[in-house]
């Protein structure tokens, strides 16, 4: 099995990055692989926040890979942070940033390219309704083979305590929910029981992607 860019990282920046990180780098080593093995040319992140996902995506791009992260910025983390996140690993040219709202992502990156996304990693707001208006907008500018990634499948109202109220109370219930929606839409889905859980959706038989230790669960099959 090929190595991960990370793990052939050494010294401070490896260990920065996976600080960067935080509780989510095992669901970015999953991104990161899926990334690695499928290698789109244009691949999208909704929800930048520190830009360490921003980062493990564009590290495992093939060479002329481009990735592109879109975020409102209203809640954690100025762009400026990120970008200067971004070149400490050289990585400014290898991403775009757009400061904007997720459920506008189409038209965000249609001012940016024309290329269709083969990859898109959804990690932006995490109730029903964002969550939808987000898959809903990357679907008009997907690839017809891609790959959709959405973390936090079971986040339930763990680590957003701050920002669930009373008039919302299942805030991170919503991309469970939202999944359901998608059984009709991709042959095969994987779900990675890492982090808050992470679930992948490929339009066609990722068989060749291989084994994650002790991350892989069995891909579902959906249409015969």
Known sequence: MTDLPI??????????????????????RVVQRIVL???????????????AGTAMIALAMPRAGHTITIDNKKFDCPDEEVEANLERLNLNDK????????????????????????????????????????????????????IVVLDDVNLGNQGHEQFVSRANPSHGDGVFVFIAELFPKYQYMEYYNVSNGVMACFVTDPSNLPPIPGLRGGIRQLAG
């Not at 992140?45 to 520190?50: D, H, P, S, V």
């Not at 809903?136 to 997907?142: C, D, G, P, R, T």
């Open 7 to 28: 793990d052939r990282m050494t010294g401070e920046n490896r260990d920065w990055l996976i600080k960067l990180a935080r509780e989510e780098y095992p669901a970015l």
């Open 37 to 51: 093995e499928q290698q789109p040319m244009l691949a999208v992140e909704l929800g930048t926040l520190r830009g």
């Open 95 to 146: 991403v775009t940033r757009i400061v904007g709202n997720s459920e506008e992502c189409d038209t965000l990156i249609r001012k940016v390219t024309y290329l269709p996304v083969d990859f898109c990693y959804i990690d932006a707001w995490h109730t029903y309704t964002a969550c939808k208006a987000d898959y809903e907008a990357i679907s008009k500018v997907l690839a017809p083979k891609h």
